[in-house]
């Protein structure tokens, strides 16, 4: 008999149909399983769970006691209680190091949208509105040669360094819980405290992975420690900053201008305050959402539950 696999969220299609070659799936592509019936069968029944932010809490493994390998098709794993899988003896995995460039051109991409205010000249473009030539009020602001302040120096942040450093001569400041040798050699990166980092960026980018250490790590006394001037880049998760305070700042200019990937709840309500300021910009939380970098994952996240069902250990496990 086949083993049971719980797809849940965005497992690339050709993916899916290998999956499907090997295992007995049943897959939901969407938030639909809430209140679905099928969704708590396949979860009572499910030997492997594959997928992209399924809160894998206490509570929805007593409801899954075949469980043997909770695959996550993201680098992020916030959305995993990883001390009751470990207790339970379930493995854990994720997609690290594939998405590192995806990441870091949709964070690049942000910031030079934020900076340049592209969003909001497009609108101005389409509207037809442009019928004389730009006002100063209009203008953004330059990237190249600015001091760009990375917290969370990991793979993703590394990479932004590199486009920073190689492609726009920008000086970089970084905090991280540790040296990263690698971004200091090639990238003339320099370690600082974060407060000094905050006081001295241009441009600040948020990197760190979501824990309870880093929740709201960026609230109203880091944002009034910014420049007047500076423009805040969040590319983590939306918890890692205090939501209330970023719209004070701005609202108060005590920052520039903001870029968010991410939202304290995804997808944020249309009503969020932050919504209404010309002065944000925003994506859907889609860092590492491209054709090919989804696929990527979806296929190394296929490799690490294949491993896992079949008794060996998967690739890029996280609770060894
Ligand atoms: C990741 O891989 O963690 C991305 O943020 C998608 O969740």
Redesign the pocket.
Known sequence: MKQKVLSYMRVDERVLAELEKEFDVTSFQNHEYVGDPRFDQALKEADGIIG??LKVTKELLELAPNVKIVSNV???YDNLDLEELTKRQIMAT??PNI?DDT?ADAMFGLLLATARRIPELDHYVKAGQWTVSLQPEQYGIDVHHKTLGIIGMGNIGTAIAKRAHLGFDMKILYHNRSRRTEAEERFQATYCELDELLERSDYVCLMVPASKATKHLIGKAEFQRMKRTAIFINGSRGQNIDEEALYEALVQGEIRAAGMD?FTEEPTRPDNPLLSLSNVVTLP?I??STIECEYQ?SKLAADNLRKGLQGQKPPTLINE
């Open positions: 992209l932010a993201s680098v992020g994720n997609t998405l990441t991410v939380h860092g590492s994952m």
